[in-house]
């Protein structure tokens, strides 16, 4: 297998826009793809940049009705009456839709298609992730499932075990609800707690389907306010295990990164340096369960200046293969870009905020707020997987 890693990136992909105040906003992936370039991040000989095309509805019908992809395309003609999510404050219509959605699924599908053929390693489109589209309608900004279109397209390649791990801040359910009754696929997703968040689902009793695929969804709920090490210690505590045990040929992760602090849609408390860990831990996992063989997508994250760009471009080194120093000054040049764009966000200076990202291993002796996340989703999972809920070992 090459060791090449393929960014799937091209301009086309900001077309998805659903208008100037919309928290999705574009601006997230071009001051990413431009921080990442400045700091030489795209420049790793590693790295091929590769351009996407749109999905055709051959692949689009892997996960959705037709009738819904008809509605997506007449939608700017009939935008308050198509119905199926569109037209709402959350999914407003917008000139374009099904094109850019549809570019943004082939971004996803080529990602899978690069790391399935072997001529990469790791694939990353960090404009995909766009994980609550349902089989019939948008939801939580999403038009079509670029996710559950890639693991879709995987599935029809042979694949008998697809892993999932989600790390939005939000519940990854609109993948979780197109395979909760295949055994082929386990979704693992890490959040806020449903009771504080949309889309109001993510519960650790959610495991699969009990008859068809039990054990096939893993859920962890974490409580407001949970900080870089909490979630590292959750997140160490439950997605190894299970992602192990079910012993995937693939793995593609979800890296929204609106856990952060000062996201302005959700309570979780992550630094970049924190997110920056996740990404780690998905990498070295990734080489540890299934030989490197990652699909790497974006997802929410609406810190536009502060968040998205640094998170996701520590995330493109890490998946390169080449890291970067917390410490790393940000260039002016990047600064001087973000200023004359009138973003009323003061742009940082560096590529840490300090977090701490050092935790304790998980235990059954302690207890505190997110120890008991961790413990419910032990106790409601780790059985499918014969793993003993209680034993720290597993
Ligand atoms: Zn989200
Ligand atoms: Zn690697």
Redesign the pocket.
Known sequence: MS?A?SVVWDDALLGYTMGGDHPMHPVRLDLTMRLADTLGVLSNDRIQVVKPEAAGADLLTLVHDQAYLDAVERAPSDPQGVGHGLGTADNPVFEGMYDSAALIAGGSVAAARLVHEGRA??AVNIAGGLHHAMRDAASGFCVFNDAAVAIAWLLAQGYERIAYVDLDVHHGDGVQAAFYEDPRVLTVSIHQTPLTLFPGTGFPEETGDPEKAPGTAVNIGLPNGTDDSGWLRAFHAVVPSVVRAFQPQILITQCGCDAHHEDPMADLALTVDGQRASYKAM?DL??EVCE?R?VVLGGGGYGLVRCVPRAWTHLLAE?G?DPLTPTTAIPDSWVRDVLARGLRTEPPATMTEGGWTGFQHWDPFTENRVDRAITRTRTAAFPLFGLDPDDPRD
Request: glycine letters at 18%.
């Open positions: 060791d890693v390693q790791h990498h990734a080489h490197g990652w998946v293969g």
